[in-house]
């Protein structure tokens, strides 16, 4: 298609921006649900369609985690990320968003349903390869979540956030460091998808 | 109750224009040339279209650059090594969106391949030395329905058939069988799709030519999947499994025409740090008996950083003489310190191959970066 001569020039200078680049840059495009479907159906079965919704998560999010929860939260996950929003006929029913928590092996992605007022509706695993998966996706623990905002999840940990506190029937202590991690990530989410979405979500529950 | 509108930010997007460079010097290449450039000039206009109102927090567009450089080493040629293959390109994904509901996406993946000795590369090249530009994944997925249960595609997707479905592939060392079990990883045509209770479905007819739209000798191709549905695609691929079936007039790389049939079975499924996964198809090639299989076994840090596999892939076809069989074991690793960048380390031996070839090892180093 080229000359030879020009191919290497083009070699060369594709070589010279490869290796000029900077190490740490932000604006990934990064996305752990790109087809919601699954979620949403499983989710919402009564829904009849689905809008998305970006919104880009810069570094001042630190600061407004760091003032809202009690945990020191490593966030690195800048960039857009996507809302979804279900809706029943004309009716926003409810909102699906994924976040990925650090695991035991790996990431461990959770895709999370909420309520219009961002209480928590439902979540499920998308990706995770602990064994401890399944004792949460329990019915028994989902109900316990069920309807907690902020307030209400924060008294599942400790004071400091780190720990799982409360004792739900037949979930066995091993899985209560996932269990933490599960309320943690409902905790993010909510201040994540209030900063970046909430102009718009308080004209969904007008 | 409704949420607000979204309203968006005026852009230009200058880098497409040089898709016309493939007009320039080869003739013979015009008419695909220019159909390339329309289909990739729309699809940029419809990602990178400017509309009213800047608000740079919903304008629905994500878009990367992706540089990738490539050594490979063969240590069994007449030819100068190390070759090198050079990559950079946009990929970028926008959604659009009505009222109540998303009406489409649009995914676009243009790249400049460079490439310089390069003994093992894709057909549509014209020598060891070239530069190519390729259109990779890109289409419109006109949501029919709404409720996600019937889309149609138009455009240049990944064909639906096997692993390739739930596992990334797209500029990654680590490769699977279709470009040699089917003779086309990508394929110009339309498709319908869709997830139903629990299952995600995938159909597409095509032009049967692969990378480039080529229609001499009227190949074409007709693939179909249905699996569990994983609502994404990834490195090392979400778990689950699928059925797939091929038929197609595919076009060879010396532009003879090849007559497949195929059907295929794969799965994924994970153990604590280690990921196991398979395929195997079965059907014809040119009235061939053929059977076509990869094995791998993957291990991920705890980090998640740092990814080692190691495949099996076998072809085996029964030649006029017999069958025949072609092995080659492939390990490899993969470092990702950040999202940002990838190292990549591949050694892949054959074991075996088709007819008087003689046996090779390629091993290839990669340097990634998105951006």
């Given at each position: 298609m080229f000359s030879k001569r020009l191919s290497h020039l083009i070699h060369l200078g594709m070589l010279a921006v490869l290796i000029g680049l900077p190490f740490k840059l932000h604006a990934v495009a990064y996305c752990a649900l790109r087809d919601p479907m699954l979620a949403i159906q499983t989710f919402y079965p009564g829904f009849t369609s689905y809008r998305s919704y970006l919104g880009v998560v810069g570094p001042d999010l630190r600061r407004v985690l760091d003032e809202t929860l009690p945990y020191q939260l490593h966030f690195n996950e800048f960039g857009k990320h996507t809302l979804y929003v279900a809706y029943a006929g004309e009716k926003a029913i409810g909102l699906v968003h994924a976040r990925s928590e650090k695991g035991d092996w790996g990431l461990d992605e959770i895709v999370w349903s909420f309520n219009m007022d961002l209480t928590v509706r439902d979540f499920r695993f998308q990706r995770s390869r602990s064994r401890w998966k399944d004792n949460l996706q329990d019915e028994v623990f989902k109900q316990a979540l069920r309807g907690k905002g902020i307030e209400g999840l924060l008294q599942f940990l400790d004071a400091d956030g780190s720990k799982f506190s409360k004792q739900i029937s037949g979930l066995p202590p091993e899985a209560e460091k996932l269990a933490a991690t599960v309320v943690r990530s409902a905790l993010n989410t909510i201040v994540v998808t209030e900063y970046v979405w909430g102009d718009r979500l308080q004209v969904g529950r007008e | 109750m409704q949420l607000r509108d979204s309203v968006h930010s005026e852009r230009a997007f200058?880098?497409?224009?040089?898709?016309?460079?493939?007009?320039?010097?080869a003739k013979k290449n015009r008419v695909n040339c220019k159909a390339l450039c329309v289909s990739v000039t729309v699809l940029a206009w419809l990602l990178f279209a400017p509309v009213s109102r800047a608000q740079?927090?919903?304008?629905?567009l994500r878009w990367t650059i992706d540089f990738s450089s490539r050594l490979q080493y063969l240590?069994?040629?007449?030819?100068?090594?190390p070759g090198q293959f050079n990559s950079v390109g946009v990929d970028a994904f926008r959604v659009f969106s009505s009222r109540y509901r998303d009406v489409a996406t649009v995914n676009l993946q243009i790249n400049l391949w460079c490439i310089n000795n390069l003994e093992r590369r894709p057909g549509f090249f014209d020598g060891p030395d070239d530069c190519q530009l390729v259109t990779k994944a890109s289409f419109v997925n006109f949501a029919i329905r709404g409720d996600g249960k019937f889309n149609l595609l138009v455009g240049h997707p990944e064909l639906p058939f096997g692993l390739e479905v739930p596992v990334s592939t797209n500029q990654t060392l680590r490769q699977l069988t279709n470009p040699r079990d089917l003779g086309l990883k990508l394929d110009w045509g339309v498709g319908a799709n869709g997830t139903i209770g629990g299952y995600h479905y995938a159909t597409t007819v095509g032009r049967g030519s692969g990378v480039k739209y080529k229609d001499s000798n009227n190949p074409y191709s007709i693939t179909a999947r249905i699996g569990k549905a994983t609502d994404t695609q990834s490195y090392l691929g979400a778990p689950g499994f699928g059925v797939s079936g091929f038929y197609g007039d595919v076009l060879t790389r010396v532009g003879s025409i090849s007559n497949r049939w195929r059907l295929g079975l794969d799965g994924i499924f994970y153990r604590g740090g280690f990921g196991f996964m398979g395929q195997l198809s079965v059907g014809k090639t040119d009235s061939m008996d053929t059977i076509n299989g990869l094995a791998e076994v993957n291990a991920v840090t705890r980090s998640a950083n740092s990814v080692g596999y190691f495949q099996l892939r076998s072809f085996n076809q029964d030649f006029s003489t017999g069958w025949q069989d072609a092995w080659s074991a492939v390990a490899g690793m993969r470092f990702t310190p950040d999202t940002h960048w990838a190292l990549s380390f591949q050694l892949e031996h054959e074991l075996s191959v088709f007819g008087a070839r003689t046996e090779q090892t390629i091993i290839d180093l990669q340097l990634r970066y998105r951006k």
């Open positions: - | 200058t880098g497409i224009a040089n898709a016309n460079n493939c007009l320039q010097p740079s927090w919903d304008d629905k240590t069994n040629t007449s030819g100068s090594n």
